[in-house]
C-alpha cells in the first residue's frame, strides 16, 4: 500500500471512529478519536492526547514541554477515560456546562512526532484533535508519519480535467481541475480572459466557503470577495488584454473544515473571535496548505502573479514555495453589521491590511 493511500485510509477510519496506530521515529501510539470513537471490547484508555490549543482552553498549558510549546498534551486523571468523558473534554460546547474538570497531570509523550502527526491527522479528517491513547483497541490502519509527509506532498496534484466555463463575470474562462489520487479534495482553476506567458495575471487564492459563497453569509465576506476578484479580472481581460485566475482550494474554514467551522460559528456567538474560537476548539487559526495552490499555479505554467489580497502573510506563504509575487493588489469590501467583529480581528490580530 502506498504512503499516501495509508493516510487516506486513516482518515477514513477516523471518520468512521475506528482505531488507528500512528508511528513516528519516536515510537508509537494507539489511538481512537474522542469524538467519532465507539466502544471497544478489552479497550483501556487511561490516558487523553489533546492539542497545544485545547490544553490553553482546559489551564493545562502549564504542562506542556518546555522545549516544545506547541506540542500536543497527554493527560490523564484518577480513573481512566470513558468516550463520554473524552468527548465531554474535547467539545468546547460543553465547557460552560461543565467549567470544573479534573484534576488531570500530564506525562510526557515518548512518540512525539507520532502525537503531532495525530493532530493534523484530526485536522485533516474535520474532526475535534483529541484522541484516547486506547490500550487493547482494535486498531484499523497503521499509518506514520512519512506516509502523511506523503499524502500532503503538493506533486501529487495533477490536472485532471479542462472545459470551457462561461460565466457570468466573463464569457471568455476556462476552468481547470486538479486532483491528487488519495485527497477526495478537487481543487479547480478558473482562467479568465486569454491566458499569455509573458504577462503576470491578477491571481486571487479563494479557499471554499460553503456558507459565504454559496448561502450568501453575512458572517463573513467570502462571498464578495469571491465576486468581486472575478468582476476585477474580467475587467482586466477586457479594459487591459490582461487576464486573471481564480484558484478555488478545497479548504473550507481556513483548513479546519465545515463542521469544525461552524463550531467556531457557535462560540462566536459566545463573545469569542475568530482566533479564540478556533483556540478553544484545538485547532489553528490558519491551516490552509499554500504549497497546493503553488502546484497550481506550476502546472498552469505561470511563474509571476499580482496576488489580490490584503493578508501579507498569505504573499510571504506563497514566496516561501518559490511563487514570485510581483505585487499586491489590494482586496477590500465594505463591512456589514453581522461581519464588523470578523473582519476587525483579521485586521488586529492576523495581520491584515484592512482601513
Aim: charged content about 25%; hydrophobic content about 50%; overall charge negative.
Amino acid at each position: 500500500m502506498s504512503e499516501a493511500r495509508a493516510v487516506a485510509r486513516a482518515l477514513d477510519a477516523l471518520r468512521h471512529g475506528w482505531a488507528i496506530r500512528v508511528t513516528g521515529e519516536s515510537g508509537a501510539l494507539d489511538l481512537l478519536a474522542a469524538e467519532t470513537g465507539f466502544a471497544q471490547p478489552g479497550l483501556y484508555a487511561a490516558r487523553l492526547l489533546i492539542s497545544a490549543a485545547r490544553a490553553a482552553t482546559l489551564k493545562l498549558a502549564n504542562q506542556r514541554e518546555a522545549a516544545v510549546p506547541e506540542a500536543p498534551v497527554m493527560i490523564h486523571g484518577a480513573e481512566p477515560f470513558s468516550l463520554h468523558a473524552a468527548r465531554e473534554l474535547a467539545d468546547p460546547a460543553l465547557d460552560l456546562a461543565h467549567p470544573l474538570r479534573g484534576p488531570f497531570r500530564a506525562e510526557p509523550i515518548a512518540a512525539h512526532d507520532a502525537a503531532v502527526a495525530a493532530m493534523e491527522l484530526a485536522r485533516l479528517a474535520g474532526i475535534l484533535p483529541a484522541f484516547l491513547v486506547a490500550s487493547g483497541a482494535q486498531v484499523a490502519v497503521d499509518v506514520t508519519v512519512a506516509d502523511l509527509a506523503a499524502f500532503k506532498d503538493p506533486l501529487n496534484l495533477t490536472i485532471q480535467a479542462r472545459a470551457r466555463l462561461p460565466v457570468d463575470a466573463c464569457e471568455h474562462a476556462q476552468i481547470v481541475a486538479f486532483r491528487a489520487r488519495d485527497d477526495l479534495r478537487e481543487h479547480v482553476a478558473l482562467v479568465i480572459g486569454e491566458q499569455s506567458g509573458d504577462r503576470p495575471p491578477l491571481v486571487r487564492l479563494h479557499s471554499e466557503c460553503l456558507t459565504g459563497d454559496i448561502l450568501g453569509s453575512l458572517k463573513c465576506d467570502c462571498g464578495p470577495q469571491l465576486d468581486a476578484a472575478l468582476r476585477a479580472m474580467a475587467a482586466e481581460a477586457r479594459d487591459s488584454g490582461g487576464w486573471g485566475v481564480l484558484l478555488y482550494l478545497r479548504q473550507e474554514g481556513r483548513g479546519i473544515g465545515l463542521i469544525n467551522k461552524l463550531r467556531a460559528y457557535e462560540l462566536q456567538d459566545q463573545g469569542f473571535d475568530t482566533v479564540d474560537a478556533n483556540e478553544r476548539l484545538g485547532l489553528p487559526s490558519e491551516a490552509r496548505d499554500f504549497p497546493v495552490a503553488a502546484r497550481m499555479l506550476d502546472l498552469l505554467g505561470i511563474e509571476k502573479v499580482r496576488l489580490m489580497t490584503n493578508n501579507p502573510a498569505k504573499v510571504a506563504a506563497l514566496q516561501a514555495v518559490g511563487v514570485d509575487v510581483i505585487e499586491r493588489v489590494a482586496h477590500q469590501l465594505p463591512a456589514n453589521p453581522h461581519n464588523e467583529r470578523y473582519l476587525a480581528t483579521k485586521r488586529d490580530r492576523t495581520g491584515h491590511i484592512l482601513k
